[in-house]
């Protein structure tokens, strides 16, 4: 009990002091101070009276949503004597593989810079501002010579390294005959298995209304789409994250989704934001960096070549260009297993003080990495907006993808959780899938790295999406990828190769994303 305790006291103290150093702080005071001037503000009551002004003028529930998006994201509270790299990750084999893995990220980036005799960064000349600032709507119209440059690692290089994960402490022992798992992902990580999925993704039950099922032509939209559409409105109407959070649980309605997720992560754009946005738009144009060229690389190598992203390229120029500038990214390091590079002044290597951040967000760019943004331009229109939407989804959930931890939501956990719902519910599958060599986490892992963006259709993938906000999980991503295997379990067991069921999995833009999940989790499997 008293450990409970403590810990809201410290979870308590933590999230003040953040709020403090946010804008709303700052505009919660200014709002105090004026309210000093209204008649119904008594001295003798000043607290009370004060409080009972910001309930009526809505800054309450400005509060309460900041408060509630800080606790989405605030790690779980560890022992005041654990050291500050428990927070990042707890389990020491896991960070030192991270760190292992930042070390050949690194070095695959200093070789195309010494290559290719290109600087980290470099400021550019005056003309050349002039030109960039001139093109910034119409950058995809730009084809620079990108023939040089290579992405700095893809997904399957990354499954690679998860692969040949290992728990030291479990290796040291016996031959271990209890290690029934016979996936690549050989870590012992608790995983939920389907009851208590079941628990979990209790929405998703059979019995209740779905956005992507019930919702379809067959189904008369009395019976429940007008009524969800009506909900939600009232939702937006009291602009409460948490219950928005809840109601998106079902699926979003699509004139509502922009709203509603831009309510659940609490962002709303105030001048100070479009401001901000301006500013790491100016550092874009004054200074050039290498990974814009990466970046260009993938956004020419994904989404142009995607038949529903294509349109949006200089949206996906303008944000991920800002995105690498953007210090404030770096917090999240504080609960993400990895750690921002470092680049050094030339001539001053190993001394901290002429040490930066590179680049700026601590964040190299991957092949697809482009592909967590193209959704979102679907839905945001306002640059501004758009990039402020994807950085907290980013800060939230992206990042998670594509570094080594023991998080629920984190990739090897996702991995893990996909190959265990095989293995337990469609043994014949896996084990047939296995002995052809075309172990099944080869297939899916570069669905799961991107969240099933590019893989999908549009309106599937943002139902998919509703849900991973709705639950604050990326656990649905292992779910979806199990119940594709399961959907094409049939044509599975006729191949006989890895090409094979590649082919077997390669279009999933035909699949209903709701009625697969619901069969695999609550219809078919006991």
Not at 141 to 158: H, I, N, Q
Request: aromatic residues 12%; charged residues 20%.
């Amino acid at each position: 009990m008293l450990q409970e305790e403590s810990d809201l006291s410290l979870i308590i103290a933590q999230i003040v002091q953040k709020l403090k150093d946010s804008n709303l702080y700052a505009q919660l005071e200014r709002q105090a101070w004026d309210s000093l001037q209204r008649p119904e503000i008594k001295l003798e009551s000043l607290k009370e009276d004060i409080k009972e002004f910001f309930k009526i003028s809505g800054w309450e529930k400005k509060l309460q949503n900041a408060v509630y998006s800080e606790l989405s994201v605030f790690p779980l509270p560890s022992h005041p004597a654990a050291p500050p790299e428990h927070l990042k990750e707890p389990l020491v084999y896991m960070r030192k593989a991270q760190g292992s893995w930042e070390k050949r990220i690194l070095k695959s980036l200093n070789s195309m810079c010494t290559e290719l005799s290109i600087p980290l960064a470099r400021k550019r000349p005056v003309g050349e501002q002039k030109e960039l600032l001139n093109k910034w709507n119409e950058m995809g119209t730009d084809e620079p010579d990108l023939s040089l440059f290579r992405p700095v690692y893809a997904p399957k290089d990354f499954l690679e390294v998860l692969i040949n994960l290992r728990n030291p402490n479990y290796e040291s022992g016996d031959s271990l005959s209890f290690r029934t798992h016979l996936g690549l992902i050989q870590v012992p990580l608790k995983v939920k298995d389907i009851p208590e999925l079941k628990e979990f993704f209790v929405e998703l039950g059979l019995s209740t209304g779905q956005l992507g099922i019930d919702d379809s032509t067959q189904v008369p939209p009395e019976l429940f789409e007008n009524e969800h559409v009506r909900i939600g409105q009232k939702v937006l109407a009291e602009q409460d994250s948490a219950a928005a959070q809840q109601y998106i649980r079902q699926g979003s309605p699509t004139a509502l989704r922009a709203e509603l997720w831009a309510l659940i992560l609490n962002i709303s754009s105030q001048p100070e934001d479009i401001l901000y946005y301006e500013q790491l738009k100016t550092n874009v144009i004054q200074h050039d960096l290498l990974v814009d060229s990466l970046i260009y690389k993938d956004v020419k190598l994904t989404a142009s070549n995607d038949d529903y992203y294509f349109v949006f390229e200089d949206y996906l120029y303008q944000v991920l260009l800002c995105f690498s500038r953007d210090t404030s990214v770096l917090s999240h390091f504080a609960y993400n297993s990895a750690s921002p590079p470092k680049s050094y002044i030339r001539g001053k290597l190993g001394l901290e003080e002429y040490a930066v951040f590179y680049p700026p967000n601590g964040v190299i760019p991957f092949h697809g990495f482009s592909m967590y943004v193209a959704p979102l331009c679907f839905l945001y229109h306002e640059p501004s907006k758009l990039y402020q939407i994807f950085r907290e989804m980013y800060v939230r959930f992206f990042f998670r993808l594509h570094s080594i931890s023991s998080h629920p939501s984190g990739i090897v956990s996702l991995c893990l959780l996909f190959e265990t719902l095989l293995q337990t519910y469609l043994p014949q599958l896996f084990y047939h899938l296995r002995e052809i060599g075309a172990q099944p986490l080869r297939i899916s892992f570069k669905w799961m790295v991107r969240a099933f963006s590019g893989y999908l259709a549009t309106d599937q993938l943002l139902l998919l999406w509703d849900r991973i906000l709705g639950y604050n999980s990326l656990e649905i991503l292992a779910v979806l990828a199990a119940a594709v295997f399961a959907f094409r379990a049939v044509n599975l067991m006729e191949v006989t190769s890895l090409a094979a069921a590649e082919a077997v999995l390669a279009d999933l833009s035909t699949l209903k994303v709701m009625p697969l999940l619901q069969i695999f989790l609550f219809a078919t499997v006991t």
